[in-house]
């Protein structure tokens, strides 16, 4: 089947056919009708399967026949979980709906809000959002949602899993009720379901190859050594076991480069792959990778996400991952199609609690061999035993331990206060902790300073 057989107009098809798309994917070929329906929907598909054109092009579709928007207001919403994956889903929805005249823009924390609120001004079509600072910019009356026809989630699994439930059940609460909901997310998981109740009406749903353990036939390992080991360690193993096509993973930009350099260095073919590479750059590294000219292929997470390459043989974490769900993202770009897979990880005493964190998630223990001559110096221990596995729940602002009086935002009142005072080891601080049980937490912002085992910070730019 074509695109042209999914209801979408001339200057849409026009824009896919210079993409180079020749077909949809299974995703697109059931979300695109779906969508231009105008019910509500539920889709879920592996990473890389396509799922942004899946609801651009049709929302496209269905804006390119309606009213022009007023100044402030938005038609259609896309929340999504980074600002990375912003970008992203905005520069689709540029390339896709160049021959059109709708207007879209991209919002997202970590950086000046005036200009957003600037390009807020006149409306716009399709505003794409990451939650915080989209509540921030419509406490500023920058963004109105009253002509509001289409809210999507994009990721929504991440969404919950980085905390941000609250921001979303409180951007929801804004919109009008009558409206188009759009749920993407690689999993159905029980959370999403939760969300999912309160937000969609009568769905379609739709899931293909609907995956979220790790494949069967990937083959796991892990191999402890020491942080300054890796390189030496990862150059030995690529060329004693004669990887031909290897995918590396590191968690930052500045560490792929390096590692490139490293492996370069030791007469290993090497790119890196990652979001401060022009997309010319990415889409050569990726060719190369995928004709054999490039052996080793050093990606972080963001990057890799969008990776198609078939039968994948080998995954390396050079560092594992800080969301341990990427760990599964990761992985899975081995053995697919039943094909066998490998995926070794290069593990030293620090990542100790994220390699727990995986360990949990998988709800298994990967195996760990020891490689002689790279043995670490520093012992990673041994892991605990794996729990069962907990639905997760939407985190919660702490509450403050003492007090008579209980107060929402978690102050304590300056009664309460002075009758119960903490223990303050600086006597001049006695008297000033009454704002000691302020523990009102943001799910945007639950990072803790370098311990590296909280939740990835969604503005963060190391990725
Ligand atoms: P997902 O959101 O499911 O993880 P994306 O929408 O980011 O996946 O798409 C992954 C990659 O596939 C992107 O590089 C995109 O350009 C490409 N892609 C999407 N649809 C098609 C298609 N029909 N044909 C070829 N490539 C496609
Ligand atoms: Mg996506």
């Not at 590396?248 to 350099?261: D, E, Q, S, Y």
């Not at 100790?352 to 995986?358: A, F, N, V, Y």
Request: hydrophobic letters at 35%; proline letters at 5%.
């Amino acid at each position: 089947m074509g695109f042209n057989a999914l209801g979408l107009s001339k200057p849409i098809l026009t824009a896919i056919a210079a993409k180079g798309y020749d077909k949809p994917s299974p995703i697109q070929e059931k979300a695109i009708p779906a969508v231009l329906s105008g019910k509500d929907v539920m889709a879920a598909a592996q990473t890389g399967t396509g799922k942004t054109a899946g609801f651009t092009l049709p929302i496209l579709e269905l804006l390119a026949k309606g009213q022009r928007v007023h100044s402030n207001h938005v038609r259609a919403l896309v929340l999504t979980p980074t600002r990375e994956l912003a970008a992203q889903v905005s520069e689709s929805i540029a390339t896709y709906g160049q021959h059109l005249s709708l207007s879209s823009t991209v919002v997202f924390g970590g950086v000046k809000i005036n200009p957003q609120m600037m390009k807020l001004r006149k409306g716009v079509d399709i505003l794409v959002a990451t939650p915080g600072r989209l509540l921030d910019l419509h406490n500023q009356n920058a963004v109105k949602f009253s002509e509001l026809e289409i809210l999507v989630l994009d990721e929504a699994d991440r969404m919950l899993d980085m905390g941000f439930i609250r921001d979303i059940k409180k951007i929801i609460a804004l919109l009008p009720k009558q409206r188009q909901n759009l749920l993407f997310s690689a999993t159905f998981s029980p959370d999403i379901r939760a969300l999912a109740k309160d937000l969609v009406n009568q769905p379609v749903e739709i899931s293909v190859n609907p995956q979220n353990s790790t494949a069967k036939t990937v083959k796991q390992s892990v191999i402890p050594t020491d942080k300054k080991k890796k390189a030496k360690l990862l150059s030995f193993l690529i060329k004693e076991n004669n990887w031909q096509q290897v995918l590396v993973f590191c968690k930052t930009k500045h560490g792929a480069n390096r590692l490139t350099r490293d492996l370069e260095a030791q007469g290993l073919n090497a790119a890196a792959i990652h979001g401060n590479k022009s997309q010319g750059a990415r889409t050569k590294a990726l060719a190369n990778f995928k004709s054999g000219d490039v052996r080793v292929l050093v990606a972080t997470d963001i990057a890799a996400r969008g990776l198609d390459i078939d039968q994948l043989p080998q995954v390396v974490n050079f560092e594992l991952p800080n969301v341990s769900e990427d760990y599964v993202h990761r992985i899975g770009r081995t053995g697919r199609a039943g094909a066998d897979g490998f995926a070794v990880s290069l593990v030293c005493a620090d990542e100790h609690k994220l390699l727990q964190d995986i360990e949990y998630v998988i709800q298994q223990h990967i195996e760990r061999k020891i490689e002689t001559g790279f043995e670490p110096a520093n012992e990673l221990p041994p892991s605990r035993a794996i729990r069962p596995l907990k639905a997760k729940k939407p985190k919660k602002a702490k509450k403050p331990k003492q007090g008579k009086v209980e107060h929402k935002d978690g102050q304590r009142s300056a009664e309460n206060s002075r009758g119960h005072k903490p223990k303050s080891k600086n006597p001049r601080h006695q008297g000033q902790t009454a704002r000691q049980g302020k523990g009102k937490q943001k799910g945007s912002s639950t990072r803790k300073d370098n311990s590296g085992t909280s939740k990835q910070d969604p503005y963060s730019a190391t990725r």
